[in-house]
Each structure stands twice: as C-alpha cells, then as structure tokens.
C-alpha cells in the first residue's frame, strides 16, 4: 500500500504565502512523477504541478506560472509547493498525486488540504 500525506494547508491574506509538503510512504519500488491538483468548491478538480522525480522537470498549470514553484526531495519521497502571491482563487483544496511503481504502476493520492486565501 502507499500513502500520501500532505501538510502545509491554511489561512493566508491575499499576496501571502504559503508552502505545501506530501510526504510517500508504504512498500513501492520507485516513484515516477508527483505534483498538485486543486478543487474549489462547485468545480471540478484541475492540474497545478508535477515534478518527475528522476529528471526533476517540472511542469505547471498557467494559471501558477511564476508564482508558484514545485521541489522535491528524493532521500524523503516528498514533494512541496511553494505558493507565492497567492490571490483568492487559489482558494481550493490542494490535493498531492504520485505515480508510484509498485509490482505495477498507478496513481495515489492524497487526503487533501485545504488553503483560503481571504482578500
């Protein structure tokens, strides 16, 4: 089994900041990829940020570009998002995703964490 488990969610003013952390853990061989989604209340859950974790490229959804920054750290199979600027429709919770290898690769996820960003 393997589970993601974020921290980091929160209240933060308009043009704060805030930084998440979702740690892997369990029984897996590797992992490929990780990053962030987000759902915010009445709309459907859409992609942030990913990070493959042997290349360490990364990719981000337009709306996060330049303000927000995805980072890993292989020792810990942990990966954070750094959000910066953060404006009101950000507000959302924020939900870790890892591509993991196990006997076959496949998605996780994690619990969720909420972030408000108040005007």
């Known amino acids: 089994q393997v589970q993601l488990v974020e921290s980091g969610g929160g209240l933060v003013q308009s043009g704060g900041s805030l930084r998440l952390s979702c740690a892997a853990s369990g029984s897996f061989y590797s992992i490929t990829a990780m990053g962030w989604y987000r759902q915010a209340p009445g709309k459907e859950r859409e992609f942030v940020a990913v990070i493959s974790w042997t290349t360490g490229n990364t990719n981000y959804a337009d709306s996060v570009k330049g303000r927000f920054t995805i980072s890993r750290d292989n020792a810990k199979n942990t990966v954070y998002l750094q959000m910066n600027s953060l404006k009101p429709e950000d507000t959302a919770v924020y939900y870790c995703?890892?591509?993991?290898?196990?006997?076959?690769?496949?998605?996780?996820w994690g619990q969720g964490t909420q972030v408000t960003v108040s005007s």
């Open positions: 995703h890892g591509t993991v290898r196990r006997i076959l690769t496949a998605d996780y």
